[in-house]
């Protein structure tokens, strides 16, 4: 009896013991499914992206938790971390280094959870399951062909900026963009003002990736506005006459543009110019509106993100997602859901962005 109740003890204190140990797993919680890793909060689109995963999940049955890297790989890996310590099934990731987030999912495939890049993809590396993407050779080919339709006459100096090379994004914009504008390359509608790289490489209709890197290395505003500013100045400031006057600019993103745009408004030898965009940014919806910047391809967020949790739920729930497609990373195919872009200019503004209440009017002055 009494050899019994002291097994009994020792039941209960181990049993003790393995709860204490369960709930002590670096962070003393474990009850999140979906961990979502963004690549910083000083860019709006990503800002908005997380509020769209908060409208999203407001009334979802999975507990999810979203960080921040802020532009490190480094914090970016332990933000992963912190979230396989909470337990999660499911890692959603956009990649600040599509290359240098490989070992942070890899860590993740190791704990057994499902990798779904988003937006981003990340490279060279087996342990990415899905990705959920814009389709970004067409955003690409859109900026481009907005600029073509608006060249008037030929030799239209050609002003090119691109995203950072460390995002594989950058690349497929480019891509998308120099397919369309090789041939009125070509033709003489353009020359172009600032990348001798491209100059090079202007009877190439296909560029190969160390191609597009090197035009990207040349042309890069590191997604970042400061950098823009101080590209497009440089620019400006070694141009001659003959690249000045009406000009077209190929501006990666909605942030690089308003700040490209800003310098190219001060230059009183510029007469007119078309900038591009990306996002449909709040600030460059007004700046579209005010004719400061011509367009952007709005990438409606909503499905994205809409796509993104709906794998995760399909994973949770023990399915296998569906996709339309399929992303070589460098090591592998990934499967992948892809979502089409739409143009937005002065003319749709107010239907695409506020008809469809992306966006609210009073949120704008001077729309019509
Ligand atoms: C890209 C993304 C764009 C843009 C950019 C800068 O990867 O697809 O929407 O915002 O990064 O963050």
Redesign the pocket.
Known sequence: MKKFKGLTFLAILMAFVLVVAGCNNGSGDSSVDVGIVL??KD?P??VQDEQRFKDALADSDYSTEILFSQGSSAKEKENVEALLNKGIKVLII?PHDGAAAASAVEAAKKEGVTVIAY??LITDTDAVDYYVT?D?LA?GAAQAQYLVDNANGSDVPLYLYA??AS????FL?FEGAWKVLQPKIADGTFKIANSSEAEALKDSADLSRDQLGKIIGQITTN?DANDAKNKAQTHLTAAKADLKGDVSILA????TARSIADVFASDSAITKYFVTG??AEKASIQYIIDEQQSMTVF?DVRTLVKDAMGMAVEVLDGNTPETTGSYDNGAVEVKAKQTNVIVVDKDNVKAELIDSKYYEASEFTGLE
Do not use: H, I, Y
């Open positions: 690549p910083t860019e689109r990503w956009t937006d981003r814009f970004s955003v995203g950072a995002d594989n994004n950058a914009f997604w990666p993103n909605d942030g990306q996002d990438k």
